[in-house]
Each structure stands twice: as structure tokens, then as C-alpha cells.
């Protein structure tokens, strides 16, 4: 079955600490998606980043960065030196192609990260 | 271009009541899917609405359904509501087409928090 583990419930960081969040995850479909969204005390999920089976290339965008390894099915994600609006639950998702031809999110539990000052 | 609207934003019930949200995709969209997010489970798929048909559909009790309207408008009803029901109830609109080789963004509401009393 189509898993998402984020083993980290939550973290806590100083301003200016990298932190790492992290998101395993078991699919037997060979296409898929993965994501991670944001969702800040506002409650919506702000999307932050999309990537396909086929695409193992390491994303660097500001200060957020993805490490994609199909070999250890990880999807981890890196934020450099944090600031306090980082602050906020993360998701890892997963896509899951249906039998009607489109997908569905298999989210994990989240992180929570949380920022001092 | 507005966004996913959600209506209303809180909402508190007693147990044994039914409730109703709604939720208006973004102009173009077709599908419409529904999450709830609990703290104890996480965001969980509950399902999805495409042309007013039922496309797909998550492992909840026949207490939870849906509709979707010609203007692909979507409603989610829950009958007999108990104290587990209290949860953020996420909709997310994306196009819906059906390609197994490409993926239709999902944009998601700011969510209705439902508070069973």
C-alpha cells in the first residue's frame, strides 16, 4: 500500500539553524509524484515543490532545498539558516494513480518546525 | 484568478447534527477532492468530484458524502455528526484531467474548521 512516514513530530530549531525535515515513502506505482506543502497556523497548505519519479535532480530554491533518492525511497527536505516565519506544520505527500486515470494525495503526519528567536 | 474558496470557515455542532460545507474551485477547474485533517490522523482523503460524478473515493463511513454541481461547485455533508468529526476539512481543485503521464496541479481552500461539541 502507498505509505508516507514522517517520522519527525516535531522540531525545534534557533533562528539561523538549518534543520532537516524528513519523508520516507513506500509506492509500488513506477510514475508518481511527491510534494511537500507548508501549512501555516492559517491552516491553508501553501505548495512548495512538485517532483516525478523520473526526476532525481536536487532542488536549491532560496533557502529551501530537496535531496530526491529513489534508491532509499527519501524525500527530504532542507531549510537553511530558518527564520522565525518558517515556522509552521510541513507535509510530505505522495501521489496515487486511481483506477478512474487520475491522482490522489497519500499525505504523511507532518512536522511540525518551530523557530526561535 | 480567485483561488479555492471555502465556506463557511468555523463552524460548531452538537453530536447527532449534520453538517454542510461548500467549496468553490478556481474558474476552469472540474475536480473538486475533499481531506479531512485530524491531529491523532493526519490529512486523510475522503473524495473526489469531477462533471458532478463521484471519480474516487477514501475509507470513510457512509455518513460523509458529497456532491458536485454543473458549476462544479462541491458540497460535503456529513450526517449524525460525533466528537471525532471535529477537524479542518481541506477541498482541493485541480482540472481533473485523466492522464496517468502527467499531473494537474492541486490548488487547495483555506479550509472549514468543524468543531463537534
Known amino acids: 500500500a502507498q505509505k508516507v512516514t514522517q517520522a519527525q513530530t516535531e522540531i525545534s530549531v534557533v533562528e539561523k539553524e538549518d534543520v532537516t525535515l524528513d519523508c520516507v515513502y513506500e509506492?509500488?506505482?513506477?510514475?508518481?509524484?511527491l510534494f511537500w506543502y507548508k501549512q501555516p497556523p492559517s491552516g491553508e497548505l501553501v505548495f512548495l515543490i512538485r517532483?516525478?519519479?523520473?526526476?532525481?535532480q536536487n532542488e536549491i530554491s532560496g533557502r529551501y532545498s530537496w535531496n530526491f533518492q529513489k534508491s532509499t525511497s527519501s524525500f527530504n527536505f532542507t531549510i537553511t539558516a530558518s527564520q522565525v516565519v518558517d515556522s509552521a506544520v510541513y507535509f510530505c505527500?505522495?501521489?496515487?494513480?486511481?483506477?478512474?486515470?487520475?491522482?490522489?494525495?497519500?499525505f504523511g503526519t507532518g512536522t511540525r518546525l518551530k523557530v526561535l528567536a | 484568478k480567485a483561488g479555492v474558496t471555502q465556506t463557511p470557515r468555523y463552524l460548531i455542532k452538537t453530536r447527532g447534527q449534520q453538517v454542510t460545507l461548500s467549496c468553490s474551485p478556481i474558474?476552469?477547474?472540474?475536480?473538486v477532492s475533499w481531506y479531512q485533517q485530524t491531529p491523532g490522523q493526519g490529512l486523510q482523503f475522503l473524495f473526489e468530484?469531477?462533471?458532478?460524478?463521484?471519480?474516487n473515493k477514501g475509507n470513510f463511513p457512509g455518513r460523509f458524502s458529497g456532491r458536485q454541481f454543473s458549476n462544479s461547485r462541491s458540497e460535503m455533508n456529513v450526517s449524525t455528526l460525533e466528537l471525532g468529526d471535529s477537524a479542518l476539512y481541506l477541498c482541493?481543485?485541480?482540472?481533473?484531467?485523466?492522464?496517468?503521464?502527467?499531473?494537474?496541479?492541486?490548488?487547495f481552500g483555506p479550509g472549514t474548521r468543524l468543531t463537534v461539541l
Open positions: 482541493a481543485s485541480s482540472l481533473g484531467l485523466a492522464n496517468p503521464s502527467s499531473y494537474n496541479e492541486q490548488f
Open positions: 509506492t509500488r506505482d513506477t510514475t508518481y509524484y
Open positions: 517532483r516525478n519519479s523520473f526526476d532525481e
Open positions: 505527500a505522495l501521489s496515487e494513480y486511481t483506477t478512474s486515470g487520475t491522482y490522489k494525495y497519500i
Open positions: 474558474s476552469g477547474h472540474r475536480s
Open positions: 468530484y469531477f462533471s458532478e460524478t463521484q471519480r
